[in-house]
C-alpha cells in the first residue's frame, strides 16, 4: 500500500479507532453499578418520546431536501423531490462511514440521477451548510445568553491555555496565516491567466462551484429557504429536547441546559463518525455541569445517538437501493 492509499486509510479508520476508544473510556471510568444504572435508564425509557424524536428528526430531513431546490432553482435545474431526500438520507448514511463523504456523494447523486453538473450540486451544498453555520452559531449564542457563567467557567481553561501557547510563538502564527494567504493568492491568479487544459478543468469546477454557492444570493424565494432553515434546525433541537422526557429523572431539565447540551453534542459530530462514542461522553459531561448524573446524562446521549442513528441507517440503505430501482421506472 502507498503512502497514498495508507493516508487514505487512516482518514477513515482513525474516527471510527477513537469512537471506538472513547466507548471504551466510557465503559472503563464508570463502577458496575452505573453501567447496571444506565442500562436501566435505557430500558425502562419513555419510547413515545423516542419515536418522536425520530419522528422529528425524519421531518428535518425531508424539509432539508425540499429546502435544496431553492439553491438549484437560480441554476436553472428542477430535480425530483424524492431523488433530493434519498441523496440526503445517503449522504447521512455515509457521513456514518466516512465522515464528509456524503456531500460528495449528495452531488454525485444528482448528477447521476438528474444530469446536474458535479461542481454546481455541490456549490448549492456549501451554500447550505454556510445557511447551517449561521444557525448553529445563533444557538451557540444562545446558550451563551443562557448559561454564560456556568459556560465560561468551564472553557476559561481551555481560554488560557490558547493565550498561553499564542503569546510564546506570535511568530509563528503570523507566518503561517502570510504563507496561506500567499498560497490562495498565487493559486487563483495562475488559474485566471492560464490556458493549461488541465488547470482550464480546474478554473471551470471552481467557477461552477462559485455559482452553486453564490445561488444562495440569487434565489427567488428567500424567505422560503429561511422558513426550511430555522424549522430544519427547530427539528433538530426538538428531537433532541423530547428525549429528556423519556427518562424519569430528566423529565424536569431546563430548556436552557438542553440548549447548552444540544450545541456541544452538534460539535461531536465532527470529532467522530456520526459522534460514534463522543457524542453520548459529551452530553453526559454537559449535563453533569448542571448536576445530572452520570447515569442519567449518559443515558440521554445514547438514547440520542442511537435514535437518530437508526433513522439515518434504515433510511440510507433504502434509498441506497431504491434510488437506482426508481429512477430506472422513470
Do not use: C
Amino acid at each position: 500500500m502507498n503512502k497514498k492509499n495508507t493516508i487514505k486509510t487512516l482518514k477513515i479508520i482513525a474516527p471510527i479507532l477513537f469512537g471506538a476508544f472513547l466507548i471504551w473510556l466510557t465503559y472503563n471510568n464508570a463502577t458496575p453499578k452505573e453501567i447496571v444504572d444506565v442500562i436501566s435508564y435505557i430500558k425502562g425509557a419513555d419510547y413515545f418520546w423516542v419515536v418522536t424524536s425520530v419522528t422529528l428528526g425524519l421531518l428535518s430531513h425531508l424539509s432539508r431536501a425540499y429546502r435544496w431546490k431553492f439553491t438549484l432553482e437560480p441554476l436553472g435545474y428542477k430535480p425530483k423531490f424524492i431523488n433530493n431526500f434519498m441523496a440526503v438520507m445517503i449522504a447521512y448514511f455515509a457521513n456514518l462511514g466516512i465522515p464528509r463523504s456524503g456531500e460528495i456523494l449528495r452531488a454525485t447523486t444528482l448528477t447521476t440521477y438528474e444530469g446536474i453538473p458535479f461542481e454546481k450540486a455541490f456549490g448549492t451544498i456549501i451554500a447550505e451548510r454556510i445557511a447551517d453555520l449561521i444557525m448553529s452559531i445563533l444557538f451557540v449564542l444562545l446558550a451563551l445568553a443562557l448559561q454564560y457563567d456556568m459556560i465560561m467557567d468551564a472553557l476559561n481553561p481551555i481560554f488560557n491555555s490558547i493565550k498561553t501557547n499564542a503569546a510564546k510563538n506570535p511568530t509563528t502564527l503570523i507566518i503561517t496565516l502570510a504563507v496561506v494567504l500567499a498560497i490562495l493568492s498565487a493559486g487563483w491568479f495562475i488559474l485566471r491567466k492560464t490556458n493549461n487544459p488541465i488547470l482550464r478543468k480546474t478554473k471551470s469546477f471552481a467557477i461552477g462551484l462559485k455559482d452553486g454557492v453564490l445561488s444562495i444570493i440569487t434565489m427567488r424565494k428567500k424567505w422560503a429557504f429561511i422558513f426550511h432553515t430555522i424549522f430544519i434546525w427547530t427539528m433538530y433541537f426538538l428531537m433532541f429536547y423530547v428525549i429528556f422526557f423519556s427518562v424519569k429523572e430528566t423529565v424536569n431539565t431546563p430548556i436552557s441546559t438542553a440548549i447548552v447540551a444540544f450545541v456541544t453534542g452538534s460539535i461531536t459530530m465532527a470529532v467522530t463518525n456520526g459522534g460514534l462514542g463522543s457524542f453520548p461522553l459529551v452530553i453526559q459531561e454537559t449535563l453533569n455541569l448542571f448536576s445530572i448524573s452520570n447515569q442519567s446524562g449518559l443515558a440521554i446521549g445514547w438514547i440520542m445517538w442511537g435514535a437518530q442513528t437508526l433513522l439515518n441507517i434504515v433510511f440510507g440503505v433504502i434509498s441506497f437501493f431504491y434510488l437506482p430501482i426508481y429512477n430506472r421506472t422513470k
